[in-house]
T-cell receptor
Framework: AQSVTQLDSQVPVFEEAPVELRCNYSSSVSVYLFWYVQYPNQGLQLLLKYLSGSTLVKGINGFEAEFNKSQTSFHLRKPSVHISDTAEYFCAVSEASGNTGKLIFGQGTTLQVKP | DAGITQSPRHKVTETGTPVTLRCHQTENHRYMYWYRQDPGHGLRLIHYSYGVKDTDKGEVSDGYSVSRSKTEDFLLTLESATSSQTSVYFC???????????????FGDGTRLSIL
């Protein structure tokens, strides 16, 4: 079974500052990793995904994440945030060999960008 | 945006009543999922479907049932609603597994369900 831990429930940051949202996972098998963003009163939108290949993954809106197998981490980063990045961010994993695509989500991190 | 419509978007009902939520997709995707979102828990899988009439349980399936009689529709039923089922419910869809692995899920806008 897999599990996901997002280490910070809230991350306050000033506009134009860099940000890192941390995600660690636990699994006995190979996994795929995802970051989703949820704006208020909306569904989840895929930011980026790691399936294989390069461990540095670039996504939409200037976000990127690095897969670190030895540390079982998949931290999300952005070099300069905007007010519009204020949202809740979810890290998720799925079993790489499985064919159901079931996702296990972390608890979520609320990013609060201040002017 | 992926063509996913959840209905109703909001519902208030009383304990003990049956409730059915509908997810409708226009993408012809094979997989459909129902999640619930609660503060501090992220999203948790209730049930999922891997084809017409093919469904399976997720991690929080007690008190819920599902049906999929057509590719485009996935229904979630609370047989006898309880206050603990007050939550925001999300439907998601994904394509069949491709050569590069599982396809990402695309989410609807959610149904906010309150059970008094």
């Amino acid at each position: 079974a897999q599990s996901v831990t997002q280490l910070d429930s809230q991350v306050p940051v000033f506009e134009e500052a860099p940000v890192e949202l941390r995600c660690n996972y636990s699994s006995s098998v190979s996994v795929y990793l995802f970051w989703y963003v949820q704006y208020p009163n909306q569904g989840l939108q895929l930011l980026l995904k790691y399936l294989s290949g390069s461990t540095l993954v670039k996504g939409i809106n200037g976000f990127e994440a690095e897969f670190n197998k030895s540390q079982t981490s998949f931290h999300l980063r952005k070099p300069s945030v905007h007010i519009s990045d204020t949202a809740e961010y979810f890290c998720a994993v799925s079993e790489a060999s499985g064919n159901t695509g079931k996702l296990i989500f972390g608890q979520g991190t609320t990013l609060q960008v201040k002017p | 945006d992926a063509g996913i419509t959840q209905s109703p978007r909001h519902k208030v009902t009383e304990t003990g009543t049956p409730v059915t939520l509908r997810c409708h997709q226009t993408e012809n995707h094979r997989y459909m999922y129902w999640y619930r979102q609660d503060p501090g828990h992220g999203l948790r899988l209730i049930h999922y479907s891997y084809g017409v009439k093919d469904t399976d349980k997720g991690e929080v399936s007690d008190g819920y049932s599902v049906s999929r009689s057509k590719t485009e529709d996935f229904l979630l039923t609370l047989e006898s609603a309880t206050s603990s089922q007050t939550s925001v419910y999300f439907c998601a869809i994904s394509r069949d597994r491709g050569p590069n692995g599982n396809q990402p899920q695309h989410f609807g806008d959610g149904t906010r369900l309150s059970i008094l």
